[in-house]
């Protein structure tokens, strides 16, 4: 053990030396946030993270925040996003939590640094302000953010745990690792919940707030919600939809359980977590199992390609967009990189700058042809040749293709060895879970609260379907304050008498 950090190994001698108000189920952001918030607020904090390193998915993401330049505006636009699955009080507390995040944050010893989303890729698309800008109030959103390194080599969401982990740490924040809670403590009398359980040992509390993220490594809560089982960019071991269960086994009600974001990537046997997918250049198209086009690839936005993906065919059930194959030519190939690596578990992989190392390893596919080419992926050649052709012929006119993409967002295909890859949607998060409303209490069926449990984060997070980007970071921090307010406060109650 080092400081307030301990192992699962120390948690039996670290209960019986002392009692904690709030249980937080989960180190990443929205943990890291809930226990901040309820300890400065005279609570005794336990966070309990079951990998062997806190963070959770927070380090390993975009590290996106929202800034509020129009409130009414911003809260207009999540609402029409949300499509009446939300309620707005909800939504409105989402958005004033937003408003005061830039003072929370330099009042913690942090930095916020607008920027500008838009990178060197052409697909998938990455918009300055929200992923949908033909639903209502579009242009109502802020700018992004994001916390200021205080080491180069820790940008995006590495730099936003930093400043947690130091918060934490300055704050003497009782942290234990290894530690999977498995089950809640619930009064059989008033079914309040009153602790949580590791293993054997069970550990009493004032609250819990649970913050341990979606079921991205579950794949049988994917097929039984999403229809599929997809990979992730998140680390493999967390996000197995722990807190889901535990709600459901206290009465919880679930809410955006068919709701994920989802960008187009790769994924190779080699690595358990997927590899996010991007072209450099606009010589390509990408096909489902027929060599069909299905949308305009230039517009997709990097967190929506689950909507335009996920369509079974109405004859044969089947997914055939699941998996999909990008197609290009060796301009594309030698134009960069064709992986983003800047987020996600593999985001320090060694990719090469050409993709020729990854064609050696057998995850681009290279042919002569692309009747070839077709071969080797599986696809009906003439198909395959007969979509190149038409793409080619209105890149060659400077005329807009069948699917809308722009003359300048056209270039031919044709100048060989030619290139392809599956790719398939892969997972962000997920957003479904626990429903909860907008003091982050965990709500019954009936819409009754349970007594003492309380949800942050992507856990049964506040949207649906319909996705903004810069949205499930800013959650963590957000409903992680309001889930350690609501916290502490239970606990004041109790100490008055009061549940």
Same mark, same amino acid.
């Given at each position: 053990?080092?400081?307030?950090?301990?192992?699962?190994?120390?948690?039996?001698?670290?209960?019986?030396?002392?009692?904690?108000?709030?249980?937080?189920?989960?180190?990443?952001?929205?943990?890291?946030?809930?226990?901040?918030?309820?300890?400065?607020?005279?609570?005794?904090?336990?966070?309990?993270?079951?990998? /062997?390193?806190?963070?959770?998915?927070?380090?390993?993401?975009?590290?996106?925040?929202?800034?509020?330049?129009?409130?009414?505006?911003?809260?207009?636009?999540?609402?029409?996003?949300?499509?009446?699955?939300?309620?707005?009080?909800?939504?409105?507390?989402?958005?004033?939590?937003?408003?005061?995040?830039?003072?929370?944050?330099?009042?913690?010893?942090?930095?916020?640094?607008?920027? /500008?989303?838009?990178?060197?890729?052409?697909?998938?698309?990455?918009? %300055?302000?929200?992923?949908?800008?033909?639903?209502?109030?579009?242009?109502?959103?802020?700018?992004?953010?994001?916390?200021?390194?205080?080491? %180069?080599?820790?940008?995006?969401?590495?730099?936003?745990?930093?400043?947690?982990?130091?918060?934490?740490?300055?704050?003497?924040?009782?942290?234990?690792?290894?530690?999977?809670?498995?089950?809640?403590?619930?009064?059989?009398?008033?079914?309040?919940?009153?602790?949580?359980?590791?293993?054997?040992?069970?550990?009493?509390?004032?609250?819990?707030?649970?913050?341990?993220?979606?079921?991205?490594?579950?794949?049988?809560?994917?097929?039984?919600?999403?229809?599929?089982?997809?990979?992730?960019?998140?680390?493999?071991?967390?996000?197995?939809?722990?807190?889901?269960?535990?709600?459901?086994?206290?009465?919880?009600?679930?809410?955006?359980?068919?709701?994920?974001?989802?960008?187009?990537?790769?994924?190779?046997?080699?690595?358990?977590?997927?590899?996010?997918?991007?072209?450099?250049?606009?010589?390509?198209?990408?096909?489902?199992?027929?060599?069909?086009?299905?949308?305009?690839?230039?517009?997709?936005?990097?967190?929506?390609?689950?909507?335009?993906?996920?369509?079974?065919?109405?004859?044969?059930?089947?997914?055939?967009?699941?998996?999909?194959?990008?197609?290009?030519?060796?301009?594309?190939?030698?134009?960069?990189?064709?992986?983003?690596?800047?987020?996600?578990?593999?985001?320090?992989?060694?990719?090469?700058?050409?993709?020729?190392?990854?064609?050696?390893?057998?995850?681009?596919?290279?042919?002569?042809?692309?009747?070839?080419?077709?071969?080797?992926?599986?696809?009906?050649?003439?198909?395959?040749?007969?979509?190149?052709?038409?793409?080619?012929?209105?890149?060659?006119?400077?005329?807009?293709?069948?699917?809308?993409?722009?003359?300048?967002?056209?270039?031919?295909?044709?100048?060989?060895?030619?290139?392809?890859?599956?790719?398939?949607?892969?997972?962000?998060?997920?957003?479904?879970?626990?429903?909860?409303?907008?003091?982050?209490?965990?709500?019954?069926?009936?819409?009754?609260?349970? %007594?003492?449990?309380?949800?942050?984060?992507?856990?049964?997070?506040?949207?649906?379907?319909?996705?903004?980007?810069?949205?499930?970071?800013?959650?963590?921090?957000?409903?992680?304050?309001?889930?350690?307010?609501?916290?502490?406060?239970?606990?004041?109650?109790?100490?008055?008498?009061?549940?």
């Amino acid at each position: 053990m080092a400081g307030n950090r301990y192992t699962v190994r120390d948690l039996d001698e670290l209960c019986r030396d002392r009692s904690f108000d709030v249980i937080v189920v989960g180190g990443g952001g929205s943990g890291a946030a809930t226990a901040i918030e309820a300890t400065e607020r005279g609570c005794s904090v336990l966070v309990l993270e079951k990998m /062997d390193t806190p963070g959770g998915s927070t380090q390993e993401s975009g590290g996106s925040l929202r800034l509020v330049t129009d409130q009414e505006g911003t809260s207009a636009h999540y609402c029409a996003l949300t499509q009446g699955t939300t309620p707005k009080d909800v939504i409105d507390a989402f958005v004033d939590g937003l408003v005061a995040m830039p003072d929370w944050v330099r009042a913690h010893g942090g930095e916020l640094v607008a920027y /500008d989303p838009v990178e060197d890729s052409v697909f998938p698309a990455r918009r %300055p302000g929200t992923a949908f800008p033909d639903v209502p109030f579009a242009d109502r959103l802020g700018p992004r953010a994001r916390m200021r390194p205080s080491t %180069p080599d820790r940008p995006r969401g590495a730099a936003l745990w930093d400043f947690l982990d130091r918060n934490l740490t300055s704050l003497g924040v009782t942290v234990v690792t290894g530690a999977r809670v498995t089950e809640l403590v619930e009064d059989p009398a008033t079914r309040a919940v009153l602790g949580a359980r590791v293993g054997s040992t069970t550990i009493r509390s004032g609250a819990v707030v649970l913050c341990c993220g979606g079921f991205n490594y579950d794949q049988e809560l994917q097929r039984q919600y999403l229809g599929v089982a997809l990979p992730a960019l998140s680390p493999p071991g967390r996000n197995t939809g722990d807190g889901i269960r535990m709600a459901q086994q206290v009465g919880a009600d679930l809410w955006h359980m068919g709701a994920a974001a989802a960008t187009v990537g790769y994924k190779f046997p080699e690595y358990e977590a997927g590899f996010w997918c991007q072209m450099p250049d606009y010589g390509f198209v990408m096909v489902d199992q027929r060599a069909h086009r299905f949308f305009c690839e230039t517009d997709i936005e990097n967190h929506a390609a689950i909507l335009a993906m996920l369509a079974q065919d109405p004859m044969s059930g089947a997914y055939l967009r699941v998996p999909s194959f990008v197609v290009f030519d060796d301009v594309t190939r030698r134009a960069g990189r064709l992986a983003t690596l800047k987020t996600g578990e593999n985001r320090h992989f060694p990719w090469s700058e050409d993709n020729s190392a990854e064609i050696e390893r057998g995850w681009l596919h290279r042919a002569d042809s692309l009747a070839e080419l077709a071969a080797i992926l599986g696809l009906p050649a003439d198909e395959l040749t007969s979509t190149v052709d038409d793409f080619n012929r209105c890149a060659r006119a400077g005329t807009p293709d069948a699917t809308g993409r722009a003359p300048d967002r056209l270039r031919a295909i044709d100048v060989p060895p030619f290139y392809g890859a599956q790719v398939q949607p892969t997972l962000v998060n997920t957003q479904g879970g626990p429903r909860r409303d907008r003091t982050a209490a965990i709500l019954r069926p009936d819409g009754s609260v349970i %007594p003492g449990l309380f949800g942050a984060g992507e856990l049964g997070s506040i949207w649906n379907r319909l996705y903004p980007g810069a949205g499930n970071v800013c959650e963590c921090l957000v409903f992680g304050r309001i889930a350690g307010e609501s916290a502490a406060a239970t606990v004041r109650s109790l100490r008055e008498g009061v549940r």
